[in-house]
């Protein structure tokens, strides 16, 4: 990841940012996973796409978004995915693993992610088995992308992120308080 993305991460987490808030520092604006564009473009499987990955009817060829019309795109959009799959996780995770999750849900759609094997381990309690099934979904189109890849490692170290201990504010941070000082941190 690289560190302007988990700097940012790091602030929303920090301040106590929810998960629609954290999956869209993920997503958004051009150091996010779906990398902002002004224009309508074609996705690599042939959908018409424009700001953080939006899609739909309401795509606009030829038409120059603005940053304000991206920001409202995306948070319409995470707010549908949250409505879809929220009812669907039976257990109770962080909101870093929840924004993974939407994070996750964008790309893929949430059909796929009510059907995968991620979401009846999640649902199952391996919260840790879940997180690690996000590196199985790396194709489009019949073909593995790097960019997939990369995307779903950063998922997983955000979906991992309070299964593990955190060093913020002198080591007892906001992602797990109480740990103590001493304890290896992921940052």
Known sequence: ??????????????????????????????????????????????????????????????????????DALLQSDLRKVAAAIDPLIKVRIPETTRAALYSFTYNVGAGAFGKSTLLKKLNSGDVAGACKELQRWTYAGGQQWKGLITRREIERSVCEWQQKPQLFDGGAGPLNPGTPPSAPGVF
């Not at 796409?49 to 739909?56: F, I, P, Q, R």
């Not at 060829?61 to 304000?68: A, D, E, K, L, P």
């Open 1 to 70: 990841m690289n560190p302007t993305l988990r700097n940012k991460l790091m602030a929303a987490i920090a301040g106590g940012s929810g998960a629609i808030t954290i999956a869209a520092v993920m997503l958004g604006n051009a150091g996010g996973l779906e990398g902002r564009r002004y224009y309508a473009y074609q996705d690599v499987v042939g959908i018409w796409t424009v700001c953080d990955g939006h899609t739909g009817a309401d795509v606009r060829r030829g038409y120059r978004y603005t940053n304000r019309e991206c």
